[in-house]
C-alpha cells in the first residue's frame, strides 16, 4: 500500500494560483503513474490529470487544460499540481492517487489504487 499526502490547498480569488504537493510513502514511487481527482460538493469525483512514473508524460482534462500543470520529482517522492487563472468552479476537494497496477494514464478512478485524504481548494469570485 502507499500512503499520500496531499498540502497545499486553500482559499484564493479567481484568477488566482496555487500549487498542491502530494507526497508518497515507499521506494518505488518512479514506477508508478499518479493522477490528481477532484470532488465538489454534491458532483461526482472527477479527473483532472494525470502523470507518468518519469514524468515525460502528462494527460489533463479538457477543462483544466491550459491552466494546470502537473509534475513530479522522483528523489522526493512527491508529484505537484500547478493551478493557474483558478475559477470558481475549480473548488473542490483535491485528492492525489496512484495506479500500481495499470501503466498507462486513465481518467478512469478504477484504475488508481491508493488515495490521499485530500486538500481543500476554495475559489472566491
Known amino acids: 500500500q502507499v500512503q499520500l499526502v496531499e498540502s497545499g490547498g486553500g482559499l484564493v480569488q479567481a484568477g488566482g494560483s496555487l500549487r498542491l504537493s502530494c507526497t508518497a510513502s515507499g521506494r518505488t514511487f518512479s514506477s508508478y503513474n499518479m493522477g490528481w481527482f477532484r470532488q465538489a460538493p454534491g458532483q461526482e469525483r472527477e479527473f483532472v490529470a494525470a502523470?507518468?512514473?518519469?514524468?515525460?508524460?502528462?494527460y489533463y482534462a479538457d477543462s483544466v487544460k491550459g491552466r494546470f500543470s502537473i509534475s513530479r520529482d522522483n528523489a522526493k517522492n512527491t508529484v505537484y499540481l500547478q493551478m493557474n487563472s483558478l475559477k470558481p468552479e475549480d473548488t473542490a476537494v483535491y485528492s492525489c492517487t496512484c495506479a500500481r497496477y495499470y501503466s498507462g494514464l486513465y481518467s478512469e478512478a478504477g484504475r488508481y489504487s491508493d488515495w490521499g485524504q485530500g486538500t481543500q481548494v476554495t475559489v472566491s469570485s
Open positions: 502523470i507518468s512514473g518519469s514524468g515525460g508524460t502528462a
